[in-house]
């Protein structure tokens, strides 16, 4: 288990689903937490349930999709070390990329790709300084799905897998591991699957509930796992996935497609 003496994690999506969890179990281990979200009601309304002194939270608000989101969350945390970030705010569409407005690709790949990353470079170098520090950067096994309707958000999870791969072999040596989570589908609301496609995901082992998902990244990040894939059919999937034919992937494009929107 980690030890008490790091300083600030730093969470983006903090303010509901997984991030919410994230805070607070780091806060009950006795981190200071540095929490980012767009929604700044759903952050006050964490920072009052945690209950923590002044000097342990701080709460920024900020669009991770903008250009100078990293730049801005860096200069908010001048002076705080922060020992911990984990790259988890996400978003998911299931249109097709020439059904999708460019401002919803755009969003996409700020969010997953361009903010994370340069949140990376600008903690990264102060971490090695330091000679201690995590790095959990949350990908997806659709990172091996290329496929129609999630095909943008399959590639921009296999940039953030392949990224944390290279980041992880520069940062080896220096105290600073990364780690990189690949879930399946996870219990929030972001997926929207009806109630009884969620309850034969959660038997089956393909979704896995929020609080669970947490814990297992965490303890993964912690002992400086390089990568994480929960549930053995979600380790199928990542083997067989990508041997599914474009002619496959086309035919049940048109034979299900409508059945996405």
Not at 18 to 35: D, E, H, K, P
Not at 60 to 70: N, P, R
Request: overall charge positive; glycine content about 8%; some cysteine.
């Amino acid at each position: 288990m980690a030890s008490k003496e790091l300083n600030y994690a730093l969470i983006s999506g903090a303010a509901s689903g997984m991030g919410r969890i994230y805070a607070q179990r780091l806060a009950a281990m006795g981190y200071g937490l540095a929490l980012v979200d767009i929604n700044a009601e759903g952050l006050e309304s964490l920072k009052n349930e945690l209950h923590l002194p002044e000097e342990r939270i701080v709460c920024i608000v900020q669009d991770l999709s903008k250009s100078e989101a990293a730049a801005n969350i860096h200069a908010a945390l001048e002076g705080r070390p922060v020992d911990i970030l984990i790259n988890n705010a996400g978003m998911i569409f299931t249109t097709t990329i020439p059904q999708t407005p460019p401002g919803k690709l755009n969003t996409m790949l700020m969010l997953h790709c361009n903010t994370p990353l340069l949140l990376c470079r600008m903690f990264v170098p102060e971490m090695m300084e330091r000679g201690c520090g995590y790095i959990l950067n949350i990908s997806s096994i659709c990172a091996w799905m290329h496929w129609p309707a999630i095909g943008m958000y399959g590639n921009t999870k296999a940039f953030v897998k392949n990224y944390s791969r290279s980041l992880r072999i520069e940062t080896r040596g220096s105290g600073v591991s990364v780690s990189t989570v690949c879930f399946g589908a996870v219990d929030t609301p972001l997926f929207g699957f009806s109630e009884k496609i969620r309850r034969l995901m959660l038997k089956t082992g393909i979704m896995i509930s929020p609080e669970k998902a947490v814990d297992k990244a965490l303890k993964a990040m912690f002992k400086r796992r390089k990568n994480l894939t929960p549930g053995f059919l979600n380790k199928m999937a990542t083997i067989i996935a990508p041997l599914l034919s474009e002619r496959c992937l086309s035919y049940l494009l048109k034979k299900f497609g409508h059945l996405l929107h």
